[in-house]
């Protein structure tokens, strides 16, 4: 089973992702989904899957969330724009 987790660049994500990989779910099982993801470059070398998209780019979360079975979606928090960005992580 595949674990996509959102906002993996920020410090709930990251969070979520260790806690996941020290529960023992194997590290090909985990796809980290961020912008800046330069930040977590050490957990791709980890064997996470490391995937850029953006909240405000549809096409690119369609990319990122591909094979995945389960979504932690971490939210961001620009205000105005949560609901437009929510519906294009659900959608
Ligand atoms: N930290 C906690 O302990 C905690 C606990 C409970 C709930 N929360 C909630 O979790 C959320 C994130 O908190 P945080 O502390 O992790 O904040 P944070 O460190 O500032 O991280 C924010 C994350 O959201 C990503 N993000 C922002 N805008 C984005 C966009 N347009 N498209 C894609 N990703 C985007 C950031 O990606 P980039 O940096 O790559 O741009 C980053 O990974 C907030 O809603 C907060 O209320 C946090």
């Given at each position: 089973?595949?674990?996509?987790?959102?906002?993996?660049t920020?410090?709930?994500?990251?969070?979520?992702?260790?806690?996941?990989?020290?529960?023992?779910?194997?590290?090909?099982?985990?796809?980290?989904v961020g912008r800046q993801i330069?930040r977590?470059?050490?957990?791709?070398?980890?064997?996470?899957?490391?995937?850029r998209a953006d909240y405000?780019?549809?096409?690119s979360?369609?990319?990122?969330?591909?094979?995945?079975?389960?979504?932690?979606?971490?939210?961001?928090?620009?205000?105005?724009?949560?609901?437009?960005?929510?519906?294009?992580?659900?959608?």
């Amino acid at each position: 089973m595949s674990i996509v987790v959102t906002g993996a660049t920020g410090l709930f994500g990251r969070h979520a992702i260790e806690a996941l990989l020290g529960r023992g779910v194997p590290a090909g099982e985990i796809i980290a989904v961020g912008r800046q993801i330069d930040r977590i470059a050490d957990l791709g070398e980890r064997g996470v899957d490391v995937r850029r998209a953006d909240y405000d780019e549809p096409a690119s979360l369609t990319t990122a969330f591909a094979g995945g079975d389960r979504l932690l979606f971490v939210s961001a928090s620009e205000v105005g724009r949560r609901i437009p960005q929510h519906r294009a992580v659900v959608a």
